[in-house]
């Protein structure tokens, strides 16, 4: 990766319609350091090499602002914020770190400033193991897996022509498991996680072969995108906003990503602690996206998983606990990783929380990949196994394609994010963990029997036309907002 990943990082959001430029690098950069009002021209005199650039590299401006304009139109719960005050700024001065902060924080037009971690491991690691045993019960019949066998017999089961999007820092593909595809946007593979792209998107996409395993949902579109984006920074913000501007209502994006609370600290979490993470992951809400996020994996070296209710941010607020007053909801769904065995109990590395939606297999999941044999000759395979939060999301990612797909299929409209989340965290529509969602404190693993079974009984209660209505290609059902309910009866 380029150099700048080897020196310091801050984003910064000056105050809303400031008005500031939002074009090359070079001409913000000579905004800012001769512009009195704002305060980099003061610490370029005090700290000089600051680099200022902004935020969004990937959308031109304009886009970014119909992006946020059309979400307001359709989310009315929804307050844009201004991402064009989002801006980045590189330094080599860590040991000033607090001082560069305090100052920046201090000056009336910064709404917000926080060091930006550095690059962290996925939430999972693949692996190859030497033993040809397929393990995916994570496909089959509730209590053990999602029962996905079942969805498969259902017209739409094989989520053919549904959209989703992984994000992540690198991956690889064999046409003879599956492929994926790519956009302009797309960014850097980094080669050290190809194995982790592969094993997350096999868990998804695998086509039923010889091998003897199966995806998922192996007909659906799937697409990639690096959080390294093109100039060759690590800005995960801009790969999300990259990835939404690819995508339509219904559609899905898979998170495959963790974040430490601290550059040097060891506690990771899930990336929406970052703030301009947290915005475009609601934008992508509010414009009808379902997120599906992993929850992290406690620290690096897989030690114990950390309590989200506990987490606080720089502000000193409780942001990932519903119970407080200053939680902050995205709108994405979260995801823990359990145990393989019924009763499924938290694997020891994941993180927990009131936040949890959902949990899934969070270990010896089996999924596609290659291994080199004699010769050096690549070998298809299903030795690959992936864990921790990273299997997980992904098999919930894989449900909700499914449901969307089959919902559309046969009901034609789509789900909003606040419906699926609200459908895959039912307690009634799940199996819950060894000891329950108040203590175990990570969410349900989807039934999809119980929920196609469901949908398919609550469709018919429809009594107006209106309670179907359009968004952009798509139509989606309005008459279960009121009456879903995350811990209780849905529909």
Known sequence: MNGSQLIFRMVVKFQDHLDLPY??????????????????????????????????????????????????????????????????????????????????????????AYVEAGPAIPPSSAIIENSSWIHQGYLKPAPTGIDAVYAWNMEGGDGKGLRFIDIEQGWTTDPDNFTVGTFPSTGVNF????????????????????????????????????????DGSLNTADAILAAISQLEFGDIILMEAQITDSPGSESLWPIEIQYAIFDVIRLASALGITVIEAGGNGTNGFGAGNDLDNYIDSRGRKTLNPSNPDFMDSGAILVAAASDKFPHTPIRHSNFGNRFDCYAWGERVSTAGSHLGPADIAINSYRQKIGGTSSAAAIIAGAAILVQSITETNHHFRLSPKQMRQILSSDILGTPSANGRSIDRIGI????????????LAIPTLKYPDEIVHMGNFKTSIFSEAGLARRGTVF
Not at 60 to 70: G, Q, S, T, Y
Not at 208 to 226: F, T, V
């Open 445 to 456: 693993m989807p039934d999809l029997k119980k929920i196609i079974e469901h949908i398919n």
């Open 191 to 230: 080669p050290v996680f190809k194995e982790h792209g592969e094993a997350v998107l096999g868990v998804i996409l695998t086509q039923h072969n010889s091998l003897g395993g199966r995806g998922i949902a192996p007909e659906a579109k799937g697409y990639i995108i690096s959080q390294w984006r093109p």
């Open 23 to 112: 074009q090359a690098v070079g001409e913000i950069s000579n905004y800012f350091s001769q512009n009195d009002l704002l305060p980099f021209k003061n610490l370029l005199k005090i700290f000089p090499g600051l680099m200022i650039g902004k935020l969004f590299s990937s959308l031109e401006p304009e886009c970014i602002v119909k992006l946020a304009d059309r979400a307001e139109g359709m989310d009315r719960d929804y307050q844009a914020p201004d991402f064009l005050s989002y801006y980045t700024i590189d330094c080599p001065y860590k040991i000033y770190s607090g001082e560069i902060l305090t100052r920046l924080l201090r000056h009336d037009k910064v709404e917000l």
